[in-house]
């Protein structure tokens, strides 16, 4: 981490320390992750006490975007459980600031709930049948040598892609800033054929 960055978080912690309201902060982010590049934005979340709520801010500092989401830890254990991909930020953040402790147990939660994640069934054969149109189109273009339109179906369906490969781990899909191309995680990913499986064998496909 560059010294710009070393003294806009200490700025930062102690602005939040003045706050009684605030209890937490998670650095979260590519930061947090160690895989940042120059001029990336700095990504924090505010544990509030309880019952209190304040909407997400940002600001630009230094030509460096900082962004502030809130929540109280009944909300935040609410989130960790409504939409498992918030799984990452308490997995990959960095605490900078927790007098009562009460990062700790939300980062528990959050490796519960990745660890049971499970994508059923139903899920895995709507993935695949959404898949099996652009897989079709891609592989068309790609024998006729139509490497414009294998690439702009490709690209259209791409989050689909995405979405199974993760499923097919039994993992949160992450949110689309999360990526590490040296994270075990990644190298662990299946392939897109196997993901889905027989979904895409020859009987399956559209004429």
Same mark, same amino acid.
């Given at each position: ?20 309201? #605030? ?47 809130? /929540?109280? #830890? ?27 402790? #009460?990062?700790? /147990? ?12 499970? #994508? ?38 791409? *989050? ?25 995680? *990644? ?11 027989? /979904? ?8």
């Amino acid at each position: 981490m560059s010294a710009l960055y070393g003294a806009m978080l200490d700025d930062l912690i102690d602005e939040a320390k003045q706050e009684e309201d #605030v209890v937490g902060v998670l650095l979260t982010g590519s930061l947090a992750r160690g895989d940042a590049l120059p001029g990336t934005d700095i990504d924090l979340r505010l544990i509030l006490a309880d019952g209190l709520h304040r909407p997400a801010q940002q600001e630009l500092r230094d030509g460096i975007l900082v962004e502030r989401g809130y /929540s109280d #830890v009944e909300t935040a254990r609410a989130t960790l459980e409504a939409n498992p991909m918030h799984v990452y930020a308490y997995l990959d953040g960095r605490i900078l600031y927790d007098p009562l402790g #009460v990062l700790p /147990s939300l980062r528990q939660q959050a490796q519960h709930r990745f660890d049971t994640y499970q #994508v059923t069934e139903q899920e895995r054969s709507d993935l695949a049948a959404r898949l099996r149109y652009p897989q079709d189109k891609i592989r068309v273009a790609m024998s006729g040598g139509d490497l414009l339109k294998a690439a702009f179906a490709t690209g259209t369906s791409s *989050w689909g892609i995405m979405e199974g490969l993760w499923a097919a781990n039994n993992r949160p899909l992450p949110r689309t800033a999360r990526y590490n191309p040296t994270s075990k995680t *990644w190298q662990d990913l299946p392939t897109w054929r196997r993901c889905i499986g027989s /979904s895409f064998s020859p009987r399956h496909r559209s004429v």
